[in-house]
């Protein structure tokens, strides 16, 4: 018969040996999805905070590209894979905040569906005309739309580079055609060959260009200038209220992921962050690298929804029926 004492020593000993069992996590390679193409400034970070994620959890980072509008696919897809922690989503702006206010209609709710577990960093949005364009400044194309129909480039439908062109239209009474690409480089091979007036594009991959002059910049929709940019004013500077807008990254896993993978991808991320080749790429690019906790990037994600889905209701923007 066994006694209290054994039965204790058993139990124990079951616990542990069920403990032991659990696979350790991750057991796969990691699914990084990125709802935007090879090149811009999304994947850039992705392949490279992936990177040093890998070389943390023993296992290879896989980025995934599914380039859609409102990256609606690359977010069905982490939405409906298994919620175990082996499949991340590159969110921004337009995922986490705009699309419920921009359509009517959306395969998922983000609010409900997805569960935020990092801040990666914000972006600068510049204005931009190509280098031989005759426009020197950004009174000179307010006034050149007044006449001609300009048209603008940007990355995607419904990307925080759309917004924020939508609302400095709006401010300041400019008119241009949106012509929505699939990523950057698209954009940026366009606008310097001409077939585009201007571009809306954030600063990691505007600062290339602007450094050996092959674009020009008008226009900063930031709280300040940008090292990238230092001549270029913003919209504050020229009268303009309400141009504020910057691009920003983070990471997100479907709803029902558990609670300590949450944060332990939460950690992972900051820590890749923290490393100096990413610090290098944000000093390099001129973006600014913002840590947070899951919770703290779910309270700033709340405040976002605070102030951009009624200014979005209000401009009456809309991209379905």
């Known amino acids: 018969m066994l006694r209290r004492r054994d039965l204790g ?11 032991h069992a659990q696979p350790a996590w991750p057991d796969r390679p990691l699914r990084w999805m990125v709802g935007y193409p090879p090149g811009g400034a999304s994947d850039i970070f ?4 992936g990177r040093q994620i890998s070389a943390r959890i023993n296992q290879p980072v ?9 990256a609606i696919v690359a977010t069905e897809a982490v939405i409906r894979a298994p919620a175990d922690g082996s499949t991340v989503l590159h969110v921004d702006n337009g995922v986490m905040v705009y699309n419920p206010a921009l359509y009517a209609r959306l395969p998922f709710d983000p609010d409900r569906d997805l569960v935020n577990v990092g801040f990666i960093g914000r972006f600068p949005l510049l204005l931009l005309v190509r280098g031989e364009s005759p426009i ?21 439908v419904a990307s925080p580079h759309h917004m924020a062109m939508e609302v400095l239209k709006r401010r300041s009474g ?12 698209a954009v940026m091979q366009d606008l310097l060959s001409g077939q585009v007036d201007c571009a809306i594009a954030d600063v990691t ?9 092959r674009a020009r910049g008008l226009l ?3 709280e300040a200038r940008t090292p990238r940019a ?3 004013p913003t919209g504050l500077e020229i009268g303009l209220p309400g141009t504020v807008c910057y691009g920003w990254q983070g990471l997100a896993v479907a709803a029902g992921t558990p609670a300590p993978l949450v944060t332990r991808l939460g950690e992972l991320l900051n820590e890749a962050i923290q490393t100096p080749e990413a610090q290098r790429q944000f000093a390099d690019t001129g973006a600014e690298a913002v840590l947070r906790t899951p919770a703290q990037m779910a309270e700033f994600v709340r405040e976002e929804n605070a102030i951009w889905r009624p200014l979005i209701r209000e401009l009456g923007i809309r991209l379905d029926g």
């Open 9 to 19: 020593l058993l139990g124990a000993t079951l616990a542990a040996g069920s403990a």
């Open 46 to 49: 992705a392949r490279l905070l």
């Open 62 to 70: 896989v980025v995934e590209n599914r380039p859609s509008g409102g």
């Open 136 to 156: 020197q400044n950004f009174a000179e194309i307010l006034s050149a739309s007044r006449t001609r129909a300009l048209t603008y480039a940007t990355p995607a």
């Open 174 to 185: 400019l008119q241009a055609t949106h012509v929505p690409y699939r990523g950057m480089p």
């Open 205 to 213: 991959n505007a600062t290339p260009f602007l450094a050996d002059r």
């Open 220 to 222: 900063v929709l930031g």
């Open 230 to 232: 230092p001549d270029t």
